[in-house]
C-alpha cells in the first residue's frame, strides 16, 4: 500500500471514490446512453474501433489520397497547387468530397489541436476517428432495423459478433473510398430493411430513378468541387468506374499492381469471407434454413451473395471490396446462435451445439488478436519517420529521402512534423546518385544489408535504425505456442556520413 501511494498520489481517495461510487457511475453511463437511443453494445463498438486505430494509427497506399487530402485542406486550405494530390496523382483520380465532409465535421476539434500547438499527427488519429464514427452511425441505423425486423436479442447477438472479428472493425476508421461509402450503404440497407423506399434509393444511389433533379444537383457539386482540386473538369467515380470496369484494368493498380497477380473467380468465397468472418463463416448457410427467421435471413443473405458473385468477374479482388456484406452476413449468424443458445436445453446434442455456438466467438476474439499483433507491424515506414523524429534533434537541417517502400507504408503529410527539415518523396532517382547523396537522411526500404537497394551506401552512411515488418506466418506443432509469427527487415534509417561530398541541395 505505501509503494502505491508513492506512485499514485492519493491513491487512499482515489479507491475510495471508485468502490463507493463504481455502481451509480455504471448507472449514470447507461442513463447518458438511453437518453442517446444507444446502448451499452453501441458504446463497446466504438471503444473496440478506438482500440484498433490506437494500435494501427499509421495508412498505407491504398488510403494515401484521402488521408493527405484531409491534410492538405486543412493545411492549405484552398491553396491547391500544394495539395499532394497533384504532385502524386495515382492512377485515376478521387473525389474530395468524403475528405471534405470529415474535415468539416472535425474541424472543431482540430482547431483546438491547432490552437495549442500540439503534434499535428493527432490530426490523423481525429480524422480517423470522425470516419469510424460515420461508420458507427450507419451500423447502429442498420442494427436498429435488424432490431425492428428481427427482435433486440438478434440485434444483441450481432453487436457481439461483429465486435469479435477483426477485419469489420479494422477498417470502420481506415481512409479508404469503401469506407467512406460503408457508411451510406449501411444507412440504406437500414432503410430497405424499414421498407423506407426513398430513403433506400437516395442513400444507395440509385436516387437518379426516382429524384433526377436533386441527383443532378449532388452530380453537378461533385464535379465542381472535384473539378477545382484537381484543375481539369471531371467526375472523379465516373473515371473510376470507366477505368476498373468498362476498360477492366483495376489489376493494373491496388494490390495487384505491386504483386502483378489476379485472383480467381471464387477468391471472395474461399479466402476473403472466411477472414473476415471467422469461425462465424460455418454458421452463415445454417441461417438460411433455421425457422421463425429462414425467409427474413434468405432476403438479406442471397442478394448479399449475388453481389459478392458479381464482383467476382473483375480480376482485381482485395477484400475491402466487399466489406459491405460483412454486417449482413452476420445477422444470419446472430440468427443462427441465438437459436442454439435458447435451444440447448431441449437435449445433449442441442446443448453442446448451443455452447459451441457461443464458443466461436471466443474463437474470432483468438483470430482477432492474431491479426491485430500482424497489423501492428504492418506499418514500417510510420514506424521509421516516428524514429527519425525521436533521434534527431528538432533543431537539426534534415533533408530526409522518403522512398516508395516507406511511404506506402506508414508516412503520410500528418507524420511530416517538423516545419524546418524537408521531406522529400521524389521517385525514380539513381540509387547511390549525386542527388540521393544529397540528403542528409534516407528512408529505405530493403530486407537486409546485403539487399541490392541498401548496397549503393553501404559505405557512405551509417544506420541509426533498422525497423522490421510482418513477413509471414509460420506452424510449428512442436512447440508450446504452435503459431509464430515472422519478421524481416522492412526500412532502414540511413544518415549519411559528414565527411562524404554531397551533391545538389534538394528543393521542398
Not at 497506399?61 to 500544394?82: L, P, R, T, W
Not at 432490431?147 to 461483429?162: H, K, L, N, V
Not at 552512411?461 to 510449428?476: A, N, V, W
Amino acid at each position: 500500500m505505501s509503494c502505491r501511494m508513492c506512485i499514485i498520489p492519493w491513491y487512499k481517495e482515489i479507491r475510495y471514490f471508485y468502490i463507493h461510487n463504481r455502481h451509480s457511475s455504471y448507472k449514470n453511463t447507461k442513463i447518458m446512453l438511453d437518453n442517446l437511443g444507444l446502448g451499452m453494445e453501441e458504446l463497446v463498438t466504438f471503444v473496440v474501433m478506438v482500440i484498433h486505430l490506437l494500435i494501427c494509427p499509421y495508412t498505407k497506399v491504398e488510403e494515401s489520397f484521402n488521408i493527405q487530402a484531409m491534410h492538405d485542406i486543412y493545411y492549405h486550405g484552398i491553396d491547391v497547387k500544394n495539395f499532394d494530390h497533384l504532385e502524386f496523382p495515382g492512377v485515376v483520380p478521387r473525389t474530395f468530397l468524403g475528405p471534405l465532409f470529415i474535415c468539416i465535421s472535425a474541424a472543431p476539434f482540430v482547431s483546438v489541436v491547432h490552437f495549442m500547438e500540439t503534434n499535428k499527427f493527432l490530426v490523423q488519429y481525429i480524422v480517423r476517428l470522425f470516419l469510424g464514427l460515420f461508420v458507427l452511425m450507419g451500423l447502429i441505423t442498420f442494427s436498429n432495423a435488424v432490431r425492428e425486423r428481427f427482435d433486440a436479442d438478434i440485434r444483441r447477438c450481432f453487436y457481439f459478433i461483429t465486435i469479435s472479428q477483426f477485419h469489420f472493425m479494422f477498417y470502420m476508421s481506415r481512409p479508404l473510398p469503401n469506407i467512406f461509402a460503408l457508411g451510406l450503404v449501411l444507412l440504406a440497407l437500414g432503410a430497405w430493411m424499414r421498407q423506407q423506399y426513398v430513403r433506400f434509393f437516395w442513400f444507395s444511389g440509385a436516387a437518379i430513378l426516382v429524384f433526377r433533379a436533386e441527383l443532378a444537383l449532388f452530380l453537378m457539386l461533385t464535379v465542381c468541387v472535384d473539378s477545382y482540386f484537381w484543375q481539369r473538369w471531371l467526375w472523379p467515380e465516373g473515371e473510376v468506374f470507366w477505368y476498373n470496369t468498362i476498360l477492366n484494368k483495376s489489376s493494373n493498380w491496388g494490390v495487384s499492381f505491386f504483386l502483378k497477380q489476379t485472383s480467381p473467380f471464387l477468391w471472395y468465397f474461399y479466402s476473403a469471407i472466411p477472414r473476415a468472418l471467422g469461425f462465424s463463416v460455418v454458421l452463415v448457410p445454417l441461417g438460411l434454413f433455421l425457422a421463425p427467421y429462414r425467409q427474413r435471413v434468405t432476403l438479406l443473405v442471397v442478394p448479399a451473395i449475388g453481389f459478392v458473385l458479381l464482383y467476382s468477374i473483375l480480376p482485381h479482388k482485395e477484400l475491402r471490396f466487399i466489406i459491405y456484406v460483412f454486417p449482413v452476413l452476420n445477422v444470419s449468424v446472430a440468427c443462427v446462435v441465438l437459436r442454439l443458445w435458447k435451444n440447448r436445453s431441449k437435449s445433449l446434442l442441442r446443448k453442446l451445439l448451443g455452447y459451441g455456438a457461443v464458443l466461436h466467438i471466443f474463437g474470432n476474439l483468438l483470430s482477432t488478436g492474431l491479426f491485430t499483433y500482424i497489423s501492428y507491424h504492418n506499418y514500417p515506414g510510420g514506424v521509421a519517420i516516428d524514429h527519425l523524429h525521436h533521434l534527431e534533434h528538432p533543431d537539426t537541417d534534415i533533408h530526409v529521402h522518403i522512398d516508395v517502400a516507406t511511404a506506402q507504408t506508414g508516412v503520410t503529410r500528418f507524420t511530416q512534423l517538423n516545419k524546418k527539415w524537408i521531406y522529400n518523396k521524389t521517385e525514380n532517382l539513381e540509387p547511390g546518385g549525386s542527388v540521393m547523396m544529397s540528403y542528409t537522411h534516407l528512408l529505405l526500404g530493403a530486407s537486409g544489408e546485403k539487399d541490392q537497394n541498401f548496397i549503393p551506401y553501404a559505405k557512405t552512411h551509417k544506420i541509426l535504425s533498422k525497423i522490421e515488418g510482418f513477413d509471414s506466418i509460420k506452424i510449428d506443432i512442436k512447440s508450446f505456442l504452435p503459431i509464430k509469427i515472422e519478421k524481416t527487415p522492412k526500412i532502414f534509417l540511413l544518415k549519411k556520413d559528414k565527411n562524404i561530398e554531397s551533391g545538389p541541395k534538394p528543393s521542398r
